[in-house]
C-alpha cells in the first residue's frame, strides 16, 4: 500500500478563521506601499511576449525614452489627465501600431514595463 499524508498534513477542515495572517500581506486591495512603491514593485525589464497580450487588448501604451518612465506611471496613478494629454499631443506617450511591433519583433527589443492598471507602459531599454 503506497502512504499518502494524512489529513492533517492537508488541514483538511480548516476554516477560514484559521488561515494565518499573513495572507492578508498578499492582498492588493490592502497594500500600504506609497504610490512611487507600488509602481517600482510593479515594473521591471521585459521582452515583447510578456507585452503581446497587452499590445493586443488595446491596454499597451509607449513611453518615449525622453520621458521617465516612473513619472509617467505617477501621472497615471494620480488622474493627472492634463499631463499624460500632453504628453499624449507631443508624441511622448502613443498607443503603439503594427509598425512599432515590427520594428521591436526586428530588432529583438527589451523593455522597462510598468503596470498602471488598467495600462501597461513601456519604454524601450537602450
Given at each position: 500500500m503506497?502512504?499518502?499524508?494524512?489529513?492533517?498534513?492537508?488541514?483538511v477542515g480548516r476554516s477560514k478563521s484559521d488561515i494565518p495572517?499573513?495572507?492578508?500581506?498578499?492582498?492588493?486591495a490592502e497594500d500600504n506601499l506609497s504610490d512611487l512603491e507600488k509602481l517600482e514593485k510593479y515594473s521591471?525589464?521585459?521582452?515583447?511576449?510578456?507585452?503581446?497580450p497587452h499590445y493586443e487588448s488595446g491596454s499597451m501604451i509607449y513611453v518615449d525614452p525622453a520621458l521617465d518612465l516612473?513619472?509617467?506611471?505617477?501621472a497615471f496613478t494620480?488622474?493627472?489627465?492634463?499631463?499624460?494629454?500632453?504628453w499624449l499631443k507631443s508624441g511622448d506617450l502613443v498607443q503603439?501600431?503594427?509598425?512599432?511591433?515590427?520594428?521591436?519583433?526586428?530588432?529583438d527589443t527589451h523593455f522597462n514595463a510598468?503596470?498602471?492598471?488598467?495600462?501597461?507602459?513601456?519604454?524601450p531599454i537602450s
Open positions: 503506497i502512504e499518502g499524508p494524512s489529513n492533517s498534513e492537508f488541514n495572517s499573513k495572507l492578508s500581506d498578499y492582498n492588493p521591471g525589464d521585459v521582452d515583447w511576449s510578456y507585452l503581446r516612473k513619472t509617467a506611471g505617477l494620480n488622474d493627472d489627465s492634463d499631463q499624460v494629454q500632453a503603439p501600431c503594427d509598425l512599432h511591433v515590427e520594428h521591436w519583433k526586428k530588432n510598468m503596470i498602471v492598471r488598467p495600462f501597461v507602459l513601456a519604454q
